[in-house]
């Protein structure tokens, strides 16, 4: 066994093309194919997908890229189809707080109110 050059995948020492990345392996034609020029993370997605391990490739998709679940779910299933899909924008993230504060001063003040008022 050895490692691809490509993707660092286990792979045959017969090998002349890898069967997780697509890289051919041997002679002057030892090169990755077109889609696979992206970074080290995409060709790890491509290798747990390769392994059958969808979620855990969504799961480093969502680590790498801040992406949420639909947009991670997408892209991966984009890699699946054989497509080269643009990397996913991270996910907005709402503002955490501020909601339950803001019930709790309204709360507060209907009552103020409504001690103040009858008197």
């Known amino acids: 066994m050895k490692k691809c050059p490509f993707c660092a995948e286990l792979i045959q020492d017969e090998a002349i093309k890898c069967r997780y990345c697509g890289s051919m392996l041997t002679g002057a034609s030892a090169v990755r194919p077109p889609d696979?020029?992206?970074?080290?993370?995409?060709?790890?997605?491509?290798?747990?997908?390769?392994?059958?391990?969808?979620?855990?490739?969504i799961k480093l998709v969502r680590e790498q890229t801040g992406a949420g679940?639909?947009?991670?779910?997408?892209?991966?299933?984009?890699?699946?189809?054989?497509?080269?899909?643009p990397i996913p924008m991270p996910a907005v993230k709402l503002s955490q707080g501020g909601g339950c504060t803001t019930v709790l001063i309204a709360i507060l003040l209907a009552l103020i109110l409504f001690a103040y008022f009858s008197r």
């Open 69 to 85: 679940l639909k947009d991670a779910k997408d892209f991966v299933e984009a890699i699946e189809g054989g497509q080269t899909p």
């Open 36 to 57: 696979a020029t992206s970074g080290s993370w995409q060709q790890e997605v491509r290798g747990l997908l390769a392994q059958g391990q969808k979620i855990a490739a």
